[in-house]
């Protein structure tokens, strides 16, 4: 009985300090916006993430035009190659795999140097100063994950379909031409929604959860390490988890079709 | 002036130092011991305004710190300097952009002004030329003086607080850290709360002193008291 009353009780003191922490942030962003704060984060989390994005992109598209044109070239319908890749790319792998990209990197690096901050004092510092860590830390990093993680995620669809197109020519023969009219058939209002709604949301946890992780270790360079781990797992499952919800939601609920 | 009233301090129902009863009179230093764990910290933070006192009054300057609500305790901070274990510099943040942090944070000084003033607290402390430097270029001491100066930059402080200031220095450089303690009281009349667990620290910079063993004050005089002190906790720590 008592484990289980430590673990609620574990729980009801994580999810409060998380939403207190999240509606805290959201105040921030809108009563006292830190602009060179929030710029600086923009660079770091978005511009940062670049190359790792966009390469896991890129790679994700030749994929995804190689495995559809192998299991499509026996039945003849190379033709809507660029169609179903693009589908899939926009609808569910670009977002999700931007955001784990992202989630290994700029979790990790939130979680860690928060974390870093709060065991060296330099979080009580900012208190003792007057400054609300949530204010400096926290808001303009989770802003900066709501801008950004849309972003990367738009581009690296872009480059996971120009590499598509490549195996798609290279390899199936689709004519470029055929090939992007089944992208721009597959760019409808809702495959388009799902694929912002998606990184918008995955922007928010991979931030959110990374800042929460750093906020909450105390001890050494031990308890660093650890936050950081539990922050990159916490992050990854809950994208994953949120992905399927929004699916949910956008296809059940929504109407969403294909 | 600081008193304490009675003041128990800790963390939800868990007590941490209890029954504190002292006065610091204007321009005094108050040294405070005790062994690891013994709460000496958790007073720095009740001073602060971090911690609410679980009984009892704190009164700086007449203001009684646990009444303070999020707006007094912004101003009450304004007056009170903070100068961590390790000195807690903002790494990401050069020299000049900490002892500048607060007056960019809670001021509207243009640009020149605060660099004016960081100058000046860096001269104070005899570090100018760092002014641009990054704190993990800074040796231990360095970063314990950087630390002083940042903690006065808002304005001349009321009182300053010390938590360990000569932890894990060389005897050199503990000397030097002291010596400056003892200018920044000298010179702005300060009250000042040092916690350590350095006897001879202790002595080069304290009027006063108090004794924490087991949670609980177990005495509080002058130097003279101490030394001539029966309770077998000060014998041993000072023997040391």
Redesign the interface.
């Known amino acids: 009985m008592n484990i289980i009353e430590t673990y609620f009780a574990d729980l009801f003191r994580t999810s409060g300090f998380f939403t207190m922490m999240v509606l805290r942030a959201f105040r921030y962003m809108i009563t006292r916006f830190r602009t060179r704060e929030t710029l600086v984060q923009m660079d770091r989390i978005g511009v940062g993430s670049i190359p790792i994005v966009f390469l896991a992109s890129i790679f994700a598209g030749l994929d995804m035009a190689l495995q559809f044109e192998s299991v499509m070239a026996p039945y003849g319908a190379k033709a809507i190659l660029g169609k179903v890749v693009a589908t899939s790319i926009i609808r569910d792998l670009g977002p999700v795999l931007a955001s784990l990209v992202m989630s290994a990197r700029v979790t990790s690096g939130i979680a860690s140097e928060i974390g870093m901050m709060n065991v060296t004092q330099q979080v009580e510092a900012l208190r003792v100063m007057g400054v609300d860590p949530i204010d400096r830390l926290v808001a303009p990093r989770m802003f900066a994950g709501f801008v950004m993680n849309p972003i990367l995620s738009v581009a690296g669809d872009f480059l996971g379909l120009l590499s598509g197109l490549w195996i798609a020519f290279l390899v199936g023969k689709v004519p470029a031409p055929q090939y992007w009219a089944g992208v721009r058939e597959a760019l409808t209002g809702e495959n388009m929604a799902n694929g912002l709604i998606k990184p918008f949301v995955f922007g928010f946890i991979l931030t959110s959860v990374g800042c929460y992780y750093g906020m909450r270790t105390s001890g050494g360079a031990y308890d660093v390490g650890r936050s950081t781990n539990k922050a990159v797992v916490a992050s990854a499952v809950w994208i994953l988890i949120a992905n399927f919800l929004i699916s949910k939601l956008l296809l059940d609920v929504l109407g969403f079709t294909l | 002036m600081i008193r304490f009233d009675g003041v128990s301090l800790g963390y939800g129902d868990r007590t941490i130092v209890r029954d504190i009863d002292i006065e610091v009179p204007d321009g005094q230093t108050i040294v405070i011991l005790g062994d690891s764990g013994s709460g000496k910290s958790t007073i720095l933070k009740g001073v602060?305004g971090?911690l609410k006192p679980q009984a009892g009054r704190i009164l700086v300057d007449g203001s009684d710190v646990g009444e303070l609500d999020e707006e007094g305790?912004?101003a009450y901070?304004?007056r009170?300097g903070?100068v961590?274990?390790?000195g807690?510099?903002?790494?990401s943040h050069t020299v000049g952009e900490n002892i500048g942090?607060?007056l960019w944070?809670?001021t509207d000084w243009p640009d020149e002004k605060i660099e004016d003033r960081v100058r000046t607290l860096l001269r104070f402390v005899g570090l100018e030329e760092v002014i641009d430097k990054m704190p993990d270029e800074l040796s231990g001491g360095m970063k314990r003086r950087v630390a002083i100066a940042r903690a006065m930059a808002p304005q001349d402080p009321l009182v300053m607080l010390y938590d360990e200031p000569t932890t894990g220095l060389d005897p050199f450089t503990s000397s030097t850290i002291c010596d400056l303690i003892r200018h920044v009281q000298s010179e702005f009349k300060a009250m000042s709360l040092v916690v350590t667990h350095d006897i001879h620290d202790a002595f080069r910079l304290g009027d006063l002193f108090m004794f924490i063993h087991e949670s609980r004050v177990v005495l509080t005089g002058t130097r003279k008291e101490i030394e001539q002190s029966n309770e077998p906790f000060v014998k041993a720590f000072i023997s040391i």
Do not use: G, P, S
């Open positions: 602060l971090i305790l912004l901070r304004q009170i903070m961590f274990q390790e807690a510099l903002f790494d942090f607060w944070e809670h």
